[in-house]
């Protein structure tokens, strides 16, 4: 809401200057959010300009209504001034008289509220006006906040609507038909051109303002077109209505169109404000000499508003506060900002909402008040006490952390990439159902949630190639969605060198071995055996891809991305960038790792025998194979098995060797070589007998 | 026979050519810079034929009186002439070795550490500093339902500060369970599962599944992504982290919640770090404030960074809001509570002077490498 700073001061004489009442209001809960220092233009005492003025304009949040008005924003200046406000009269001019709904005999109009639940209140006045530009003290204020100024009439509801915070709407009288005025619901399908031009077609439970044969305005929101006030306009009958906010609300949003009015009335305007802002209009006509009132107020009450009333105690508000606020502060503060409390013991008060507070239902809203305008600064830093041991965190912080700290110690950095992505990005991944759809995605590159958090660490190394980074190592974290459900998921990619580059040589580029070995290492931390299977996601390359198992249940994959999928995501087949991918569900990874701590297996008291035996077998002999026939035929001394190295010595020949290192180890005594040597004698026998083995 | 006087100058203009000798040595290419080196040493301090030596040599010629003032103005010079020397002998072996020594300025073998995330490292430190004021850090699901992230906030489906989050909606509702915790529900103040029909805009939504579930009092923060239908700028991504805390017992005032964001902020920005409590609008707390802490970059005497307002925003906070304990089930004449949210990114952003919160998701290397393990 914009104010200027000379207008301001009609209702509070603040000494500050605009700068520093900025500030301190900020702190009070009227955010500054701009200042503009302007000339200072004409006022209405014909006083001569001088000096400068300002515009400010304070952020009003959603709950304050009553300051989307000048008179509003005075009121917080002067609570936090400690200084009167002056409201603008007349507050009850004597030559209005009202006339009730039922007894309207003496005006020339009557007013039916036929959606007495939206419209309760509608006030209403005939005037005989002469249409002419305002003068220039009320088109300079209008101007400074931001209304185009469009003849006095219309100036003046406008100033009235910016001065109390009441919308208010003027219609031809000669443009209505009939003397009757009805506010309805809208019948399906009607239409009203509105003042902007527009064709509007409204439909019930939307509100408008209708003479005996048509809509004329709707309701809060929009005048009609026809009925507007022109040059020739001789006569006017002024509105001042309250529209439950809710119902503006709603239709605002249906029809797209949001005006100052709209604005207003779906905060919740004073719904005791409307007599109010007639009798303000009919006044300011007078004095601009645009018009007078030719009859008496209609103020059509369905439903009276029934100011709430609250009980409030002073142990309440230091209780929720946390601080000392003296009694005299409370009353001085709520007294100020028009509310009334009435005391109904020692600090404890019934206070009354003034109309103009929608907000305020509950003590709790007025201990704000108080608090607010007492000052947060005066808040002491205190604790809250610890009465018990907090609950242990959602386990799965801990959980991942194990994974980040294995993925940073293999060189992989860590990425954050946004759970939309491209449908185009997700359909690789989705394994044939379709992922989960945004209904109003900000753009087609965030339209659907990720199955997969591979999608984004491809995307991080085909953004750090085009880049010109050739070697990527990157992981993230984060959340898988599926319509099964949410899952936590550790997704890696690698491409380029295998290690960092060094100047003593022994570059080579990424292979399925490393990124097998960081599952691996994973699976080590979690403190269970991965095991790799052949069956692959068609992302993968078959054949230089694995599923993961733990237990014989799959948790995830490694291996090389399909080219074509790499290339569709902006890494180009042709720099020969093989992308090796793993992706773990770590739901799954830390159900299967063993439960409580792991214990700790005692040193051998004995000597340990290791024999290195390398077999020559046929290379497409699975080495798990050949260590499950070692193993078995090694009995219970042989305690391990490492392959470690494996060769092709005639290649061509489809014969490989592979060497394994065996540990032989007894708990209770020390091995004799015999002993070892009819293990290694036995374990040949068994490879020549399964895998036709030779040794070498 | 020289007078002190005149010896004195002669020491001072000695001083001055050994000074331009020394920068010509400077100016030399560096492989004959050795060679430079060596005569100028000799020329300076040779035994017999040094520019000092001959200094020395006049010691003899001076009226007693004289000798030990001017033999203490030429050691003085020595000794400037001589430490100079050394520097530049000491820079130019430097860059030779002995045959049998490896290279030491060739680079190490390093094995590639990764490097964290900056957002994932503010994560953790808030998490650090709660877990150590006795907090329970609590993740929660991403896809949410209206209740747990809208109608039990207190913000219904016509309130208007609906409009201050606008919200990513699925194009059809999910009916799975949300992830386990918060599944079952293990207290009869919890509700039967609803379609899940949104992105979560806040971790509040947690702190309502949270209190359903479980009794006061409650010493939470809820960390995670939040989704917001913002466009991109330098400020804003559609989707970003928060934090949010909450504490509820009996008691609980708006003071305790003023000491606990002291705590944080000295914690995540350095001891001495101030907060200011401004008042503001939140559906689910009353009364709410939006917190500063004094300017980081100029200490609260105003710079670009703070607008020349000397604070910066970092969070939203309040005490819950009356109608939010009812819709969990608490008792508002029971216990009070508070609640704060900070985005992680405005952290981050301020931690490290990031001026452009897009940055966080990109993932380029170049800007992850700037962060440690
Ligand atoms: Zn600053």
């Given at each position: 809401m914009k104010v200027l700073y000379s207008w301001l001061r009609d209702y509070v004489s603040v000494p500050d200057g605009p700068a520093e009442l900025g500030r301190r209001l900020s702190?009070?809960?009227?955010?500054?959010?701009?200042?503009?220092?302007?000339?200072?233009?004409?006022?209405?005492?014909?006083?001569?300009?001088?000096?400068?003025?300002?515009?400010?304009?304070?952020?009003?949040?959603?709950?304050?209504?009553?300051?989307?008005?000048?008179?509003?924003?005075?009121?917080?200046?002067?609570?936090?001034?400690?200084?009167?406000?002056?409201?603008?009269?007349?507050?009850?001019?004597?030559?209005?008289?009202?006339?009730?709904?039922?007894?309207?005999?003496?005006?020339?109009?009557?007013?039916?509220?036929?959606a007495p639940d939206l419209c309760p209140r509608f006030a209403g006045a005939a005037a005989g006006v002469r249409v002419a530009p305002s003068p220039a003290w009320m088109q300079h204020r209008l101007q400074a906040l931001g209304v185009r100024p469009i003849s006095n009439v219309v100036d003046v509801t406008n100033y009235v609507m910016l001065e109390l915070g009441q919308p208010m709407h003027a219609f031809d009288h000669a443009r209505l038909a009939g003397d009757a005025i009805v506010v309805r619901q809208a019948r399906p399908g009607e239409t009203l051109v509105t003042l902007d031009g527009k064709t509007r077609t409204l439909a019930p439970p939307q509100l408008v303002v209708a003479d005996r044969d048509r809509a004329a305005a709707i309701g809060g929101v929009m005048g009609g077109l026809d009925s507007e006030v022109k040059d020739t306009t001789s006569r006017i009958v002024l509105e001042a209505a309250w529209w439950r906010p809710r119902s503006i609300r709603a239709t605002?949003?249906?029809?797209?169109?949001?005006?100052?009015?709209?604005?207003?009335?779906?905060?919740?305007?004073?719904?005791?404000?409307?007599?109010?802002?007639?009798?303000?209009?009919?006044?300011?006509?007078?004095?601009?000499?645009?018009?007078?009132?030719?009859?008496?107020?209609?103020?059509?009450?369905?439903?009276?508003?029934?100011?709430p009333a609250i009980a409030l105690t002073h142990a309440h508000v230091e209780g929720l506060l946390g601080m000392p606020v003296p009694v005299e502060a409370v009353e001085r503060i709520l007294h100020a900002l028009g509310f009334s409390a009435d005391a109904t013991g020692p600090g404890a008060w019934r206070v009354t909402v003034p109309g103009w507070r929608p907000d305020v239902t509950r003590p709790e809203d007025l201990i704000e008040e108080v608090g607010r305008h007492h000052g947060f600064e005066h808040l002491p830093a205190t604790f809250p006490p610890v009465l018990q041991a907090p609950p242990p965190s959602d386990p799965r912080i801990a959980r991942d952390a194990v994974a980040r700290r294995v993925m940073l110690a293999l060189g992989f950095s860590e990425a954050i990439s946004f759970a939309f992505i491209e449908a185009a990005a997700a359909e690789p991944f989705a394994a044939g159902a379709a992922p989960i759809a945004l209904a109003n995605p900000l753009s087609e590159t965030f339209a659907v949630m990720r199955p997969s958090v591979l999608p984004g660490v491809v995307d991080a190394v085909s953004h750090n190639r085009r880049h010109g980074r050739r070697d990527v190592r990157v992981f993230e974290i984060a959340t898988a969605f599926a319509a099964a459900g949410e899952r936590r998921s550790l997704a890696a990619a690698w491409t380029g060198a295998a290690g960092g580059d060094h100047w003593s040589g022994g570059r080579r580029d990424v292979d399925f071995f490393d990124i097998a070995g960081a599952v691996e290492q994973i699976g080590r931390a979690y403190g269970v055996a991965a095991t790799l299977a052949p069956d692959v996601p068609p992302y993968l390359v078959a054949g230089r891809a694995a599923a993961v198992a733990v237990d014989g249940a799959t948790v995830g994959v490694c291996g090389l991305l399909d080219p074509a999928v790499a290339e569709r995501r902006g890494i180009p087949r042709a720099d020969a960038a093989d992308v090796f991918v793993l992706e773990l569900a770590l739901d799954a990874l830390a159900t299967a790792a063993p439960p409580g701590a792991t214990r700790v297996t005692p040193l051998p008291r004995f000597p340990a025998v290791v024999r290195d035996l390398a077999l020559l077998v046929d290379d497409t002999l699975s080495a798990q194979s050949l260590r499950d026939t070692i193993r078995k035929a090694g009995g219970d001394s042989l305690i391990s098995v490492e392959l470690f190295d494996r060769f092709d010595p005639k290649k061509g020949d489809g014969k490989v060797s592979l060497a394994f290192r065996l540990t032989f180890q007894a708990p209770d005594r020390t091995l004799l070589d015999d002993e070892v040597q009819h293990s290694l004698v036995r374990i040949h026998q068994v490879a020549v007998a399964e895998h036709g083995a030779v040794r070498r | 026979m020289p007078t002190l006087s005149e010896l004195v100058v002669r020491i001072a203009d000695d001083d001055a050519a050994f000074a331009t000798a020394l920068a010509a040595v400077d100016a030399t290419p560096a492989a004959a810079r050795?060679?430079?080196?060596?005569?100028?040493?000799?020329?300076?301090?040779?035994?017999?034929?040094?520019?000092?030596?001959?200094?020395?040599?006049?010691?003899?010629?001076?009226?007693?009186?004289?000798?030990?003032?001017?033999?203490?103005?030429?050691?003085?010079?020595?000794?400037?002439?001589?430490?100079?020397?050394?520097?530049?002998?000491?820079?130019?072996?430097?860059?030779?070795?002995?045959?049998?020594?490896?290279?030491?300025?060739?680079?190490?073998?390093a094995p590639l550490l990764g490097h964290r995330h900056p957002l994932s490292l503010v994560r953790e430190e808030v998490q650090q500093i709660f877990t150590r004021l006795g907090y329970q850090v609590l993740e929660g699901p991403e896809i949410e339902d209206d209740w747990h992230n809208f109608e039990a906030l207190n913000m219904h489906a016509d309130?208007?500060?609906?409009?201050?989050?606008?919200?990513?909606?699925?194009?059809?509702?999910?009916?799975?369970?949300?992830?386990?915790?918060?599944?079952?529900?293990?207290?009869?103040?919890?509700?039967?599962?609803?379609?899940?029909?949104?992105?979560?805009?806040?971790?509040?939504?947690?702190?309502?599944?949270?209190?359903?579930?479980?009794?006061?009092?409650?010493?939470?923060?809820?960390?995670?992504?939040?989704?917001?239908?913002?466009?991109?700028?330098?400020?804003?991504?559609?989707?970003?982290?928060?934090?949010?805390?909450?504490?509820?017992?009996?008691?609980?005032?708006?003071?305790?919640?003023?000491?606990?964001?002291?705590?944080?902020?000295?914690?995540?920005?350095?001891?001495?770090?101030?907060?200011?409590?401004?008042?503001?609008?939140?559906?689910?707390?009353?009364?709410?404030?939006?917190?500063?802490?004094?300017?980081?970059?100029?200490?609260?005497?105003?710079?670009?960074?703070?607008?020349?307002?000397?604070?910066?925003?970092?969070?939203?906070?309040?005490?819950?809001?009356?109608?939010?304990?009812?819709?969990?089930?608490?008792?508002?004449?029971?216990?009070?509570?508070?609640?704060?949210?900070?985005?992680?990114?405005?952290?981050?952003?301020?931690?490290?002077?990031?001026?452009?919160?897009?940055?966080?998701?990109?993932?380029?290397?170049?800007?992850?490498?700037?962060?440690?393990?």
């Amino acid at each position: 809401m914009k104010v200027l700073y000379s207008w301001l001061r009609d209702y509070v004489s603040v000494p500050d200057g605009p700068a520093e009442l900025g500030r301190r209001l900020s702190l009070r809960g009227l955010a500054l959010e701009g200042l503009e220092p302007v000339a200072a233009g004409p006022a209405p005492d014909d006083a001569v300009p001088v000096g400068d003025d300002a515009v400010i304009d304070f952020d009003v949040t959603a709950n304050r209504p009553d300051c989307l008005s000048v008179v509003g924003i005075a009121r917080e200046v002067a609570a936090v001034y400690g200084l009167p406000l002056r409201m603008p009269g007349p507050e009850a001019p004597g030559h209005l008289r009202t006339a009730r709904m039922a007894g309207a005999d003496a005006a020339s109009f009557t007013v039916t509220l036929d959606a007495p639940d939206l419209c309760p209140r509608f006030a209403g006045a005939a005037a005989g006006v002469r249409v002419a530009p305002s003068p220039a003290w009320m088109q300079h204020r209008l101007q400074a906040l931001g209304v185009r100024p469009i003849s006095n009439v219309v100036d003046v509801t406008n100033y009235v609507m910016l001065e109390l915070g009441q919308p208010m709407h003027a219609f031809d009288h000669a443009r209505l038909a009939g003397d009757a005025i009805v506010v309805r619901q809208a019948r399906p399908g009607e239409t009203l051109v509105t003042l902007d031009g527009k064709t509007r077609t409204l439909a019930p439970p939307q509100l408008v303002v209708a003479d005996r044969d048509r809509a004329a305005a709707i309701g809060g929101v929009m005048g009609g077109l026809d009925s507007e006030v022109k040059d020739t306009t001789s006569r006017i009958v002024l509105e001042a209505a309250w529209w439950r906010p809710r119902s503006i609300r709603a239709t605002s949003k249906a029809l797209g169109l949001k005006t100052e009015a709209s604005t207003r009335f779906e905060r919740g305007a004073d719904p005791t404000g409307q007599a109010r802002a007639i009798a303000r209009a009919l006044a300011l006509l007078e004095i601009l000499g645009a018009g007078a009132a030719d009859g008496p107020l209609v103020d059509a009450v369905a439903i009276p508003h029934v100011a709430p009333a609250i009980a409030l105690t002073h142990a309440h508000v230091e209780g929720l506060l946390g601080m000392p606020v003296p009694v005299e502060a409370v009353e001085r503060i709520l007294h100020a900002l028009g509310f009334s409390a009435d005391a109904t013991g020692p600090g404890a008060w019934r206070v009354t909402v003034p109309g103009w507070r929608p907000d305020v239902t509950r003590p709790e809203d007025l201990i704000e008040e108080v608090g607010r305008h007492h000052g947060f600064e005066h808040l002491p830093a205190t604790f809250p006490p610890v009465l018990q041991a907090p609950p242990p965190s959602d386990p799965r912080i801990a959980r991942d952390a194990v994974a980040r700290r294995v993925m940073l110690a293999l060189g992989f950095s860590e990425a954050i990439s946004f759970a939309f992505i491209e449908a185009a990005a997700a359909e690789p991944f989705a394994a044939g159902a379709a992922p989960i759809a945004l209904a109003n995605p900000l753009s087609e590159t965030f339209a659907v949630m990720r199955p997969s958090v591979l999608p984004g660490v491809v995307d991080a190394v085909s953004h750090n190639r085009r880049h010109g980074r050739r070697d990527v190592r990157v992981f993230e974290i984060a959340t898988a969605f599926a319509a099964a459900g949410e899952r936590r998921s550790l997704a890696a990619a690698w491409t380029g060198a295998a290690g960092g580059d060094h100047w003593s040589g022994g570059r080579r580029d990424v292979d399925f071995f490393d990124i097998a070995g960081a599952v691996e290492q994973i699976g080590r931390a979690y403190g269970v055996a991965a095991t790799l299977a052949p069956d692959v996601p068609p992302y993968l390359v078959a054949g230089r891809a694995a599923a993961v198992a733990v237990d014989g249940a799959t948790v995830g994959v490694c291996g090389l991305l399909d080219p074509a999928v790499a290339e569709r995501r902006g890494i180009p087949r042709a720099d020969a960038a093989d992308v090796f991918v793993l992706e773990l569900a770590l739901d799954a990874l830390a159900t299967a790792a063993p439960p409580g701590a792991t214990r700790v297996t005692p040193l051998p008291r004995f000597p340990a025998v290791v024999r290195d035996l390398a077999l020559l077998v046929d290379d497409t002999l699975s080495a798990q194979s050949l260590r499950d026939t070692i193993r078995k035929a090694g009995g219970d001394s042989l305690i391990s098995v490492e392959l470690f190295d494996r060769f092709d010595p005639k290649k061509g020949d489809g014969k490989v060797s592979l060497a394994f290192r065996l540990t032989f180890q007894a708990p209770d005594r020390t091995l004799l070589d015999d002993e070892v040597q009819h293990s290694l004698v036995r374990i040949h026998q068994v490879a020549v007998a399964e895998h036709g083995a030779v040794r070498r | 026979m020289p007078t002190l006087s005149e010896l004195v100058v002669r020491i001072a203009d000695d001083d001055a050519a050994f000074a331009t000798a020394l920068a010509a040595v400077d100016a030399t290419p560096a492989a004959a810079r050795a060679t430079a080196l060596d005569a100028l040493k000799i020329a300076w301090v040779g035994r017999k034929s040094g520019r000092i030596a001959d200094l020395m040599a006049l010691l003899p010629t001076l009226p007693p009186a004289d000798r030990k003032a001017f033999g203490q103005q030429v050691n003085a010079l020595k000794q400037r002439v001589e430490q100079a020397l050394a520097e530049r002998e000491a820079t130019v072996a430097a860059t030779r070795r002995p045959a049998h020594a490896v290279d030491l300025t060739l680079p190490g073998r390093a094995p590639l550490l990764g490097h964290r995330h900056p957002l994932s490292l503010v994560r953790e430190e808030v998490q650090q500093i709660f877990t150590r004021l006795g907090y329970q850090v609590l993740e929660g699901p991403e896809i949410e339902d209206d209740w747990h992230n809208f109608e039990a906030l207190n913000m219904h489906a016509d309130h208007p500060a609906r409009d201050m989050q606008d919200t990513l909606y699925l194009n059809e509702p999910l009916h799975a369970t949300p992830h386990a915790p918060w599944a079952a529900a293990s207290s009869a103040r919890a509700r039967a599962p609803q379609p899940l029909t949104l992105l979560r805009t806040h971790t509040s939504a947690m702190q309502i599944r949270y209190m359903e579930q479980h009794d006061p009092p409650v010493r939470l923060v809820a960390i995670g992504p939040v989704y917001r239908r913002d466009n991109l700028d330098l400020t804003h991504t559609p989707m970003f982290h928060q934090c949010e805390g909450l504490v509820v017992g009996k008691g609980i005032t708006l003071a305790h919640l003023k000491g606990t964001l002291l705590a944080m902020a000295e914690a995540l920005f350095g001891a001495g770090t101030d907060v200011r409590f401004r008042p503001s609008f939140f559906p689910y707390t009353e009364p709410s404030a939006e917190v500063d802490v004094r300017c980081i970059s100029c200490a609260g005497t105003g710079c670009a960074v703070c607008k020349h307002t000397g604070w910066l925003e970092i969070l939203g906070s309040g005490m819950v809001h009356p109608a939010v304990f009812e819709a969990v089930g608490y008792d508002p004449a029971e216990v009070t509570g508070f609640a704060f949210g900070m985005g992680i990114e405005r952290v981050a952003m301020l931690k490290w002077d990031v001026g452009d919160i897009r940055l966080f998701y990109e993932n380029d290397l170049r800007f992850l490498e700037q962060f440690s393990v």
